[in-house]
């Protein structure tokens, strides 16, 4: 994710893959405009409370080696996302990169038993087709 002022046409940044010193933002949005708190993974062993302080509201924060999402994080969050939309109509369309983490037996059962459809964008296509690029954070 590239963080820019609102004002920007363009914004994309196409980056190595060293994996150090990451942080990562997983953003969720619906057509409607509304945007769930995201979940923010810094890269470390341990959680400073001062990088939770004037966050977004309601933003979740973790750690991870390299500041990337993992398989047991993404878990995490979808259980949160499942709580967060259980009062929806069903059934309800989640629409995500197919980064190998995000897909794993435990989230896929869980998306069944809770209606929720998972449409995986292909793969190193998510510049180009990115649903969210234009969210505007105030």
């Not at 963080?3 to 994996?19: D, L």
């Not at 010193?21 to 409370?49: D, W």
């Not at 449409?119 to 190193?124: K, M, Q």
Request: charged residues 15%; hydrophobic residues 40%.
């Amino acid at each position: 994710m590239v963080i820019v002022s609102h004002e920007t046409k363009h914004a994309y940044e196409q980056s190595g893959g060293s994996g150090k010193n990451f942080t990562t933002s997983l953003v969720c949005g619906n057509a409607a405009g509304e945007i769930l708190p995201p979940l923010i993974i810094y890269p470390a062993k341990n959680l400073n409370p001062q990088w939770t302080f004037a966050g977004p509201a309601g933003s979740t924060y973790a750690v991870s080696e390299s500041g990337w999402i993992t398989k047991q994080l993404f878990s995490n969050w979808f259980d949160w996302f499942v709580e967060h939309t259980k009062d929806v109509s069903k059934p309800v369309l989640l629409i995500m990169d197919n980064h190998a983490c995000h897909i794993s037996i435990d989230v896929i059962e869980t998306a069944k038993k809770n209606q929720i459809l998972l449409l995986l964008l292909p793969p190193h296509c998510t510049h180009a087709l990115q649903p969210l690029d234009t969210v505007t954070f105030r």
